[in-house]
């Protein structure tokens, strides 16, 4: 039996390829099912998500699989085979436990560390597993993945510190201000930035949400969308003494706030502190705000300086992740060549026992006026027998060496065991 | 035995200190377990120096200035460790602990031996007045590494640099938040220090103020942090102006506690 993962991602293959060998929700089940059909695929998980279609699967022969896999997904999607098969990666063995280890741990994203793929692949083993698709091999190698990522992790700091704008914006917060419930914002002017900044600060609980546009009715309809009340642009200045984060984003071409009209705001406020974003082009803050006490003000560059700095952590921190993935793999594959022993270790008692019977049929064809309880006690020998002698093979085939491939050849020959099915 | 138990509690302290540092450059839950870990082992030791020695005297040992740096030290391990139960800013230790260690070291080097209460100083007073006044500068001790934190944290987000150390301090409001618990806990205690000292001077001198040195310098600390809270209160007044001023206040503290007692002339020199 080998672990084969064959599929397509962000780094093999463009979208329009991707999108056509997807299996968005109805079409999973089919698709799994009709995998599980390939006479060579014995187990077998599928993953699709908008970066990648991965089928992880338990076969007989690798190459074999692979090529009915490919055939399959020709004909379930309707497209030519040559149309995506150069965009198909294809591992077996310990890169393929490695492959999937990576992606759980969400080393292979394309945002390094982000944390839905794990409950992706949480979602495909829970899948595969109420369809009954999977057996020993997957589900351990899904469980092993699983608990790889958590262990990926607490271990590494793979997945702090923002990687997007808007979450640096929520996360300079948290520094400023202890938790944002009940902390009041405003948005200044509008813009996709700012308004996906806008919701991860309302998601993260700031109340009292204030919407100011220079178009009333625009700033209306925004102020509705997060549940905020609409302020008038010439009204900005003063509703700045109860605001605690300011997000601005305006086309004006001058300062819409100057530093001394904020040193009297910041009197008016008690000097609470404020944290303002300016991601307007040209910016909308005028600098020197910075320099007042206990207001912190950042453009859209510096924003982006802190999500580089952080991406750069994050690989660092992915040199780390790697190293427990190695770890995890070793142990996965000394597991998977364990059971390789596991069939001749069967053959070997499934010997023994035939003999055993066989041979007390035969004594008792030859003793047949032998009582019960002396009938009992010979077959109790032959078991003792049997035993003790079957003991020491499989003691030293459960072993784990280094040349337990000659041994179970060995075993084989010297009890005469057949190979069995399975083998390639 | 309380001199191997000092020595002990200074050994697990130096220990803490030393990791509490490291804590700085690189942090982790570990390393900050394992720094309260050994400040724990070293307060118990601490306390149990203390006992021994107070069972030696039979008085509250604050009478040597060995005593009352070893004290003085216990007070501000009492008040992190009450800080940290409720905060849990583990980087909070690279801070304090340092404090902590040099008033224990600047303890050890100072002459060990008990000497005999001097008449003036036998009496209630001596362990009501001089816990009051050990526990309020203790929370100031506190409230200088919180404003030393302050600064750094208030410095990094104004240069915008937001890795590293920056990551592992807690917000400024939390910073903030303590620095005005300890000293509306500071102030009234080093308050009522101030009164019962004056009360007990009327006692044993009888007179309640002699512009004796030590008095004139804690008056010139209280009035620090009456300012500190003034400006709060009246003008809200924050952040960096307010963690400067505690950090000058606990300076002036630590001022009059070495420097007055040693070189000026003073009626609460003692050893």
């Known amino acids: 039996m080998k672990i084969l993962v064959i599929g397509l991602n962000h780094k093999t293959a463009g979208v329009e390829i991707r999108e056509k060998l997807a299996f968005p929700g109805p079409k999973l089940e089919a698709g799994i099912f009709g995998l599980r059909n390939i006479p060579e695929v014995k187990e077998v998980a599928l993953l699709s998500t908008c970066n990648r279609v991965e089928i992880f699967a338990c076969v007989s022969s690798a190459s074999a699989a692979a090529d009915k896999i490919k055939d399959f997904l020709a004909s379930f999607h309707e497209i030519e085979r040559s149309s995506f098969e150069k965009s198909l990666f294809s591992h077996s063995d310990s890169v393929a436990v490695r492959h999937v280890f990576r992606v759980a741990s969400s080393l292979d994203s394309m945002i390094l560390g982000e944390p839905q793929i794990l409950g992706q692949i949480k979602d495909v083993f829970d899948f595969a597993l109420s369809k009954k698709t999977t057996g020993v091999l997957l589900n351990k190698l899904m469980k092993k993945a699983i608990s790889t990522a958590k262990r990926v992790r607490t271990e590494t700091k793979i997945a702090e510190n923002a990687v997007s704008i808007s979450f640096a914006a929520v996360e300079l917060a948290r520094k400023i201000f202890n938790g944002l419930e009940g902390k009041s914002f405003m948005l200044l002017g509008a813009g996709e930035m700012a308004e996906l900044a806008a919701r991860h600060l309302v998601s993260n609980g700031v109340s009292n949400v204030m919407v100011v546009n220079r178009t009333y009715e625009r700033g209306c309809e925004l102020a509705a969308e997060f549940n905020g009340k609409p302020v008038r642009f010439e009204d900005f200045p003063h509703e700045m003494v109860n605001t605690d984060i300011l997000i601005c984003s305006t086309g004006a071409p001058t300062y819409v706030l100057q530093k001394e009209q904020m040193q009297k705001i910041m009197k008016e406020r008690k000097h609470r502190p404020v944290f303002i974003i300016d991601i307007s082009v040209p910016r909308n803050i005028d600098p020197e705000i910075n320099k007042i006490e206990n207001v912190y003000l950042y453009d859209v560059d510096n924003l982006q300086d802190v999500v580089e700095t952080n991406m750069l952590e994050r690989r660092k921190e992915a040199e780390k992740a790697e190293t427990i993935i190695s770890e995890e793999v070793e142990i996965f594959t000394r597991w998977m060549s364990s059971l390789d022993s596991v069939p001749t270790i069967v053959a070997l008692r499934q010997k023994a026992e035939e003999i055993r019977v066989e041979e007390l049929e035969k004594f008792r064809g030859k003793c047949p006026d032998l009582d019960e309880g002396k009938m009992k006690a010979v077959e109790y020998m032959a078991t003792a027998i049997i035993n003790k002698l079957i003991h020491p093979p499989t003691a030293a085939l459960k072993e784990d060496t280094e040349d337990r491939d000659e041994l179970i050849a060995m075993i084989k020959k010297l009890y005469g065991i057949n190979g069995d099915d399975n083998e390639e | ?271």
């Open chain 2, 1 to 271: 035995m309380g001199i191997i138990l000092f020595e002990l509690a200074l050994t697990f302290y130096f220990t803490a200190t030393i990791i509490s540092v490291v804590e700085l450059f690189r942090g982790s839950k570990e390393s900050s377990r394992l720094m309260l870990l050994a400040a724990g082992a070293g307060f118990l030791l601490h306390t149990a120096a203390i006992v021994s020695r107070y069972l030696i005297s039979g008085h509250l040992p604050i009478a040597s200035m060995h005593d009352a740096s070893s004290f003085f030290a216990w007070c501000v391990v009492v008040i992190f460790f009450v800080l940290e139960y409720r905060y849990k800013i583990g980087i909070m230790g690279s801070f304090v602990l340092p404090v902590i260690f040099s008033l224990m070291l600047s303890s050890s080097v100072l002459p060990r031996t008990i000497l005999p209460l001097s008449p003036v100083l036998q009496s209630y007073w001596l362990g009501i007045h001089t816990l009051l006044a050990f526990l309020g500068n203790a929370a100031f001790a506190v409230a200088f590494g919180i404003g030393i934190m302050y600064l750094l944290q208030e410095h990094y987000l104004k240069s915008k640099h937001v890795h590293g150390l920056f990551q592992r301090l807690p917000s400024l409001q939390v910073l903030d938040e303590i620095n005005y618990r300890l000293i509306t806990l500071g102030f009234p205690l080093l308050t009522l220090a101030i009164i019962t000292g004056a009360l007990w001077a009327e006692d044993a001198w009888g007179n309640y103020w002699r512009w004796d040195s030590k008095e004139v310098w804690s008056m010139i600390t209280w009035f620090i942090y009456a300012l500190i809270l003034h400006i709060r209160i009246t003008a809200g007044w924050r952040g960096k102006s307010v963690a400067m001023l505690s950090i000058l206040g606990f300076l002036i503290v630590l001022f009059t506690f070495f420097v007055v007692n040693y070189y000026l002339k003073s009626l609460h020199s003692f050893a």
